[in-house]
């Protein structure tokens, strides 16, 4: 061996790039935490100015002028950024649980839950996502827009009961109460396998629907149990679960019996593909209508993580969503999982 030569360095190259990466996180969490406090004080500093002095809004347009004069090339100090932060304050100072929270995502993100976001619940449901799954701008955008939450707070599962907690939020996310399949061509008296061939001839269509971290795997998916044929209408893979994901498709009202076959279905599954990294296979039976009550009743015994949601053909929200919403208290006891 020559005598500069030197071997085995590579574990300590690798502990050295984690390190940097961690360091090079760490400062941006930080310099986010510090920019999200500067806009706080100065949201602070502009409301208590304009209560001592009575000014208006149009305080803010000299503001700005000003402080890009002396803060050249700048970004952040525009009439309408500094007239955000002055909001910012005022939406988050009375709230203990949120005003810390709220340091812990980024401005931008900040200001779509703020400005789309009508009570303190449902911000504290888009900050906590976007804090654990690091959702951009964009994709925060677009679950506001789709009305995640109140879909989430909607949606029927028994995934708090079957699944355990680091999959449980995902997995709800996964799960929407309604699915809006207005890309299927379907003649007056549909049956199941019409509406089952046009999900999967318009493929693409239907697994943006289905929320974007779905592929697609096969339909009338044949398993054996035992002498007998089990036949899956869909089945697909959730990349972010890293779980199979069987659909049953109704056309009718949902009935109890189609739990205990999706049962059937998951236990075959689990025991015949799924592969052994793989977290349990889980269950989601699309009906035209459902009876939410009764739906809790047919889940609350399952040992199979399933999920029940309806279909419509067409984009439209129902009037009553609002008025389905569970109470503020159950709201608050449900985002409590996001704390654990």
């Known amino acids: 061996m020559k005598k500069n030569e030197i071997y085995g360095?590579?574990?300590?190259?690798?502990?050295?790039?984690?390190?940097?990466?961690?360091?090079?996180?760490?400062?941006?969490?930080?310099?986010n935490s510090e920019t999200i406090n500067l806009y706080w004080e100065i949201g602070e500093e502009i409301y208590r100015q304009q209560q001592e002095k009575g000014w208006g809004k149009s305080i803010v347009q000299v503001l700005s002028v000003e402080l890009q004069k002396e803060f050249p090339g700048a970004k952040g100090y525009s009439a309408a950024n500094l007239w955000r932060m002055r909001n910012f304050?005022?939406?988050?100072?009375?709230?203990?649980?949120?005003?810390?929270?709220?340091?812990?995502?980024?401005?931008?993100?900040?200001?779509?839950?703020?400005?789309?976001?009508?009570?303190d619940l449902q911000r504290e449901f888009y900050i906590q996502m976007t804090k654990r799954y690091g959702w951009t701008k964009r994709i925060l955008t677009n679950f506001v827009e789709a009305q995640t939450y109140e879909k989430y707070l909607l949606?029927?599962?028994?995934?708090?009961?079957?699944l355990p907690v680091?999959?449980?939020?995902?997995?709800?996310?996964?799960?929407?109460?309604?699915?809006?399949?207005?890309?299927?061509?379907?003649?007056?008296e549909y049956s199941e396998h019409?509406?089952?061939?046009?999900?999967?001839?318009?493929?693409?269509?239907?697994?943006?629907?289905?929320?974007?971290?779905?592929?697609?795997?096969?339909?009338?998916?044949?398993?054996?149990?035992?002498?007998?044929d089990l036949y899956i209408d869909l089945l697909l893979f959730h990349r972010r679960l890293r779980s199979l994901i069987a659909i049953e498709l109704k056309i009718g009202e949902f009935e109890a019996e189609y739990a205990g076959k999706m049962q059937l279905y998951l236990s075959a599954?689990?025991?015949?593909?799924?592969?052994?990294?793989?977290?349990?296979?889980?269950?989601?039976?699309?009906?035209?209508?459902?009876?939410?009550?009764?739906?809790?009743?047919a889940l609350k015994n399952s040992n199979s993580p399933?999920?029940?949601?309806?279909?419509?053909?067409?984009?439209?929200?129902?009037?009553?969503?609002?008025?389905?919403?569970?109470?503020?208290?159950?709201?608050?006891?449900?985002?409590?999982?996001f704390e654990e």
């Open 269 to 297: 599954l689990d025991e015949q593909v799924k592969l052994a990294d793989e977290n349990p296979s889980i269950g989601i039976i699309i009906c035209k209508s459902k009876d939410k009550t009764y739906v809790e009743y």
């Open 306 to 337: 399933i999920g029940v949601a309806t279909y419509k053909l067409r984009n439209t929200l129902p009037e009553d969503m609002k008025a389905m919403l569970p109470e503020p208290e159950e709201i608050a006891k449900r985002l409590k999982i």
């Open 9 to 31: 360095y590579e574990p300590l190259v690798d502990d050295l790039k984690e390190l940097i990466h961690k360091k090079q996180y760490q400062v941006i969490k930080l310099i």
């Open 166 to 188: 680091e999959q449980r939020v995902q997995a709800k996310l996964a799960v929407k109460d309604e699915y809006t399949f207005d890309f299927a061509e379907l003649s007056p």
């Open 89 to 119: 304050y005022l939406t988050y100072r009375n709230s203990e649980k949120l005003a810390p929270m709220v340091r812990e995502i980024s401005w931008s993100n900040n200001i779509i839950i703020m400005e789309k976001c009508k009570d």
């Open 194 to 228: 019409e509406l089952e061939m046009q999900l999967v001839n318009n493929i693409r269509a239907f697994l943006i629907e289905m929320g974007g971290d779905y592929t697609y795997i096969g339909n009338q998916y044949h398993l054996m149990a035992g002498n007998r």
């Open 155 to 162: 949606n029927q599962t028994n995934f708090d009961l079957v």
